[in-house]
């Protein structure tokens, strides 16, 4: 496909977790393509395994890594770190503002609009990530954020989902969507399909993720320390992963008395952990399109993971083998399961891993997001490109039926 080059800036508040993979994938292989990216991230987060990767992408930005203070929550410093973007903003004249999360769709689609004002012509798309989504509309929290939603979305142009549960989401919650929309999956690259073997002296279970409530880590303590009740000695366990949370969860793990079964280990790359265990648990209590699953299921891991946000799209017709989200019991069943049949275990992840096929590309990502740049900014002509080809009738799973209904979208 003839590329024509675009100035794209991405913006995100926490340059963590699954939504900074998907942003380094998109930004690397878009600079690759010859487009001119930036990245524009919050200052105070991250941690030196984080900041190790943002410098590592750094090279590739030929709009530069800018970082400004960025607060969780809505609050008057909002103004402050708005004034400082727009400035930053302004001077790089981008084609494309590509926000990521609430905080950065808010920004980018604020400061966009008030560029155009000023006849920059410059085009604002934004992928929530899950973000707002995951409030709950019938709690205040939940109406304010969606509120703000629905008004941002009349200073949208292009909206991506990174899952159909994703856009059925912020239609039931938010509403239609007035801008031009897609439905895209994180993608992997070629060499995450490679099986990863844990090593001779691999604990029984893996944890990773970032360390907070809405993950469940605190799940994933409760059933080793059920299984512990039950057989009179609890399974070994990894904890990796950093997160505001974390403290309370070695609070936990001490106050169970499970220091001697339990290691933590901070943030460390996905495939050098999924050596450390036989099985990956994934206990969340909301997701859009965890990377973290994908890499699981590419690397051939066994996996007990929960029903919720997108992963049932990546299960397709294994779908029945998730746990319901946020049930201890079913969870500790789950890995009860695991530790009495390891060879069942090993044969479903074999099963599951046949299901990705090329869904899940980072190449098909890039290329049906860049699509969606040019078609906003009128840059013809657009082509498509080329589409999934179909699994056999045994494999086929309906993140493929999802992906070709949502293609013209």
């Known amino acids: 496909m003839t590329t024509t080059p675009l100035r794209i800036v991405h913006c995100v508040r926490s340059p963590i977790g699954g939504i900074f993979r998907h942003i380094r994938d998109l930004a690397t292989c878009q600079a690759e393509a010859g487009h001119d990216v930036g990245l524009i991230c919050d200052s105070s987060t991250g941690s030196a395994f984080d900041n190790s990767q943002l410098e590592e992408l750094r090279p590739k930005l030929a709009l530069g890594l800018a970082r400004f203070p960025m607060q969780r929550q809505l609050t008057v410093q909002d103004l402050t ?5 727009y400035k930053h903003l302004r001077d790089l004249k981008a084609d494309i503002l590509h926000g990521h999360g609430a905080k950065g769709g808010a920004y980018v689609r604020l400061i966009g609009s008030v560029l155009n004002l000023r006849g920059q012509g410059v085009k604002r798309v934004y992928c929530p990530h899950g973000g707002s989504l995951h409030y709950d509309p019938n709690r205040f929290e939940g109406r304010v954020y969606h509120s703000i939603e629905r008004l941002l979305g009349r200073l949208t142009d292009g909206l991506i989902f990174v899952s159909d549960y994703e856009a059925a989401a912020y239609e039931s919650k938010v509403g239609h969507p007035k801008a031009k929309s897609r439905i895209v999956y994180n993608g992997l690259t070629p060499e995450e399909f490679s099986p990863v073997s844990a090593a001779d002296d691999a604990a029984d279970f893996l944890y990773i993720g970032m360390l907070r ?19 009179g000695e609890a399974p070994r366990a990894h904890i990796v992963g950093e997160g505001p949370d974390e403290e309370r969860y ?52 066994p996996l007990i993971a929960t029903r919720v946000g997108g992963i049932p799209e990546i299960f397709g017709r294994y779908a029945h083998r998730l746990v319901e989200p946020g049930h201890i019991g079913k969870l500790t069943m789950a890995m009860e399961d695991a530790l009495a049949d390891p060879q069942k275990m090993s044969a479903q992840a074999k099963e599951l891993r046949g299901c990705l096929a090329e869904t899940f590309s980072v190449d098909l990502m890039t290329d049906r997001i860049t699509n969606l740049y040019q078609e906003l900014k009128g840059i013809s002509p657009v082509d498509d490109p080329m589409p999934v080809a179909p699994l056999s009738a045994s494999a086929a799973s309906p993140a493929q039926t999802v992906y070709a209904r949502s293609s013209n979208r």
Do not use: Q, W
Request: no cysteine; glycine share 4%; hydrophobic share 50%.
């Open 81 to 85: 770190a708005t004034l400082s973007l």
């Open 213 to 231: 409530d809405l993950k469940g880590p605190d799940l994933f303590i409760e059933a080793l320390y059920n299984i512990r009740l039950k057989t």
């Open 250 to 301: 070695r609070n936990m793990v001490e106050k169970l008395g499970l220091e001697r079964s339990v290691t933590f280990h901070g943030a460390l790359p996905a495939r050098d952990a999924f050596k450390m265990a036989r099985n990956v648990v994934i206990p969340s209590r909301a997701e859009a399109m965890p990377y973290i699953i994908l890499e699981a299921v590419a690397a051939e891991r």
